[in-house]
């Protein structure tokens, strides 16, 4: 089976080029359909479609509002019918442990393995299935993976390098020294830290906070919060809350920043993160699962959690670095998402991964 006659099944939660949390997933498969001769996604919902022309997209119908057992319905009826049409080599299940399981009676029938992208420290019941269906699982890192499986295989993120890259030109000195976060508006966060930690900095060093993203249903409390903490600390002045923007517009926040600030505690490796540093941004991160990759610079990037005192040290040493110290530490975080977590790279991975069962061992990022 060489790359160009493969066709491939793919489960995908969202396929919209336009979201701001899963746009990046049209990207994904549009770097797999230039190696793949075919690929049919199923999709719980549907927005603008971008996709190469060798793929096709069937939603089950979230995005019309329809319940779980008629889309249910619909996701039996479209996956009988791809079946029946075509002969699979694999299946790709991004993030999507539920169709592994609904889809695994017919996709044994059709002896099509499945391959499942699974990113989360959360360990659940689903994924513990859904690991006993897949013929592998693939992950970005160890600590995105915490189930104990022989099926896995650590293959990196895939952040679009050319989308993600450094601006043309720097960034004029007499601009505030920005700071930014990308991503949804939420407790697991802790945007709390980095607004406390704007009250630390004296004013007059003109740092500048935006927060890139909005809040789900559900945190809508959680971002009113943050917006009264603001306003009662007499920030609003150097905080913007710019609201959610469309995925191709993401790479543009942090080409217009100095800093990138991650101060959720999810354990594994956050794709934001990755893609800030592709820009050539430096960040500053109390993630721990970053702590190996940014220990040359640890006592600078990495900062303990839920701790405003040490983040705001961290960016003041950063707005006090000379411009050309820290455009060369954002070439240094750039080379690192160029080797390890390119998109380029990962459909390689993949590619490999769905002929033989195998990464390439020659560019695996497994621990030893």
Not at 74 to 82: E, G, P, S, T
Request: include cysteine.
């Amino acid at each position: 089976m060489t790359e160009r006659t493969i066709r491939l099944l793919l489960f995908n939660l969202m396929t919209d080029a336009d979201d701001s949390n899963l746009g990046f997933t049209t990207d994904w498969i549009n770097a797999l359909a230039a190696r793949c001769n075919a690929i049919d996604v199923v999709t719980m919902q549907v927005g603008r479609l971008a996709v190469a022309e060798n793929v096709r997209v069937y939603s089950v119908g979230k995005e019309r509002g329809w319940g779980e057992a008629r889309r249910a319905l619909v996701f039996y009826r479209i996956l009988f019918r791809l079946l029946r049409a075509n002969r699979y080599d694999a299946c790709f299940a991004h993030m999507m442990p539920l169709f592994v399981e609904m889809g695994a009676p017919l996709l044994k029938v059709w002896r099509v393995p499945v391959v499942l992208w699974y990113a989360h420290k959360s360990v659940s019941l689903q994924l513990r299935l859904a690991e006993k269906i897949a013929w592998r699982v693939v992950t970005a890192s160890p600590e995105s993976f915490r189930l104990p499986s022989r099926k896995s295989r650590v293959i990196g993120h895939g952040v679009d390098t050319q989308l993600f890259a450094p601006p043309p030109a720097p960034r004029p000195a007499d601009q505030p020294f920005q700071v930014v976060s990308v991503g949804r508006i939420a407790p697991v966060k802790h945007l709390e830290t980095v607004i406390e930690a704007l009250t630390l900095i004296d004013p007059a060093h003109g740092l500048q906070l935006r927060l890139v993203g909005q809040a789900a249903p559900g945190d809508e409390a959680y971002a009113a919060r943050l917006r009264e903490g603001v306003r009662a600390r007499g920030l609003g002045a150097r905080v913007e809350f710019a609201g959610a923007v469309n995925h191709d517009r993401v790479a543009a926040m942090y080409q217009s920043a100095d800093v990138m600030v991650n101060t959720s505690r999810t354990g594994s490796i956050d794709k934001a993160v990755l893609e800030a540093m592709a820009c050539g941004l430096p960040v500053v991160t109390s993630n721990e699962a970053f702590a190996p990759m940014l220990a040359p610079w640890g006592d600078l990037l990495c900062v303990p959690p839920e701790s405003p005192v040490a983040l705001a040290a961290s960016l003041e040493r950063l707005q006090a670095m000379p411009p050309d110290d820290r455009a060369a530490l954002g070439r240094a975080l750039r080379e690192i998402v160029v080797r390890d977590h390119s998109l380029e790279r990962l459909v390689g991975q993949l590619i490999a991964i769905f002929r033989t069962g195998e990464a390439d061992a020659d560019h695996s990022l497994e621990r030893v």
